[in-house]
């Protein structure tokens, strides 16, 4: 019952610094994004991808990388940090096609 | 314009109350729509979709107005632990993944004893 998994949970940078968010899914979803949450923003999409080797760009994705190894493995780089990057990611992946969004439980971030 | 607005709330309702949230799109060829909860400092997950002949599960009723742009979503015989944020979510005109599952910033909902 694992479905999406995203390490690490919590994460307090200094500005310039980079570090990479895991995220895994079981559950044979071509399709996985990373999305950001501020307050009275909304989910924003960062990034997503179709499939392994295929990633796009979403609403915000300056200062981010994706990549796609694997159907399983879809991890968030962050370049060098700004405090503009302090945010809750999530990672979710749904079956092409639906609706159905299935979340991590959330990576929360300050970037100090 | 955003492209999928709601009223951020939040809606404070006693016990047993029934109360509605509505949520407006932009574009007009959207083709699904979604209700999400989310729980305080919480992943959110799906509630619900939402038909073009409304549908209902539970205390819960969606509705689907094309001709104004909004969906809606009713919770009858309101419980504490329905208190939370409710999430609108569309998808566009082609399903390609980018920008195509949009967010709304969510109506949050207080049901108070």
């Known amino acids: 019952n694992a479905g999406v998994t995203q390490t690490p949970k919590f994460q307090v940078l200094k500005t310039g610094q980079s570090m990479t968010l895991q995220c895994a899914q079981d559950?044979?979803?071509?399709?996985m994004s990373w999305y950001r949450q501020d307050p009275g923003m909304g989910l924003r999409l960062i990034h997503y991808?179709?499939?392994?080797?295929?990633?796009d760009q979403g609403e915000v994705p300056n200062g981010y990388n994706v990549s796609r190894s694997t159907t399983e493995d879809f991890p968030l780089r962050l370049l060098s940090a700004a405090p503009s990057q302090t945010s809750v990611y999530f990672c979710a992946s749904r079956p092409v096609g639906t609706g159905e969004l299935f979340f991590g439980e959330g990576s929360r971030l300050t970037v100090l | 314009r955003k492209e999928v607005e709601q009223d951020p709330g939040p809606f404070n309702v006693p016990e047993g109350a029934t109360v509605a949230f509505n949520c407006t799109y932009s574009n007009s060829a959207s083709q699904s729509f979604f209700w999400y909860r989310q729980d305080c400092r919480k992943e959110p997950k799906l509630l619900m979709s939402v038909y073009s002949s409304g549908n209902e599960d539970g205390r819960f009723t969606a509705q689907l107005n094309r001709a104004s742009q909004y969906i809606s979503l009713l919770i009858r015989d309101s419980k504490l632990s329905d208190s939370a944020t409710y999430l609108c979510v569309v998808i566009g005109p082609l399903d390609t993944g980018r920008r195509a599952l949009t967010f709304g910033s969510g109506t949050r909902l207080q049901v108070q004893p």
């Open positions: 559950m044979n979803h071509e399709y």
């Open positions: 991808s179709v499939g392994a080797g295929i990633t």
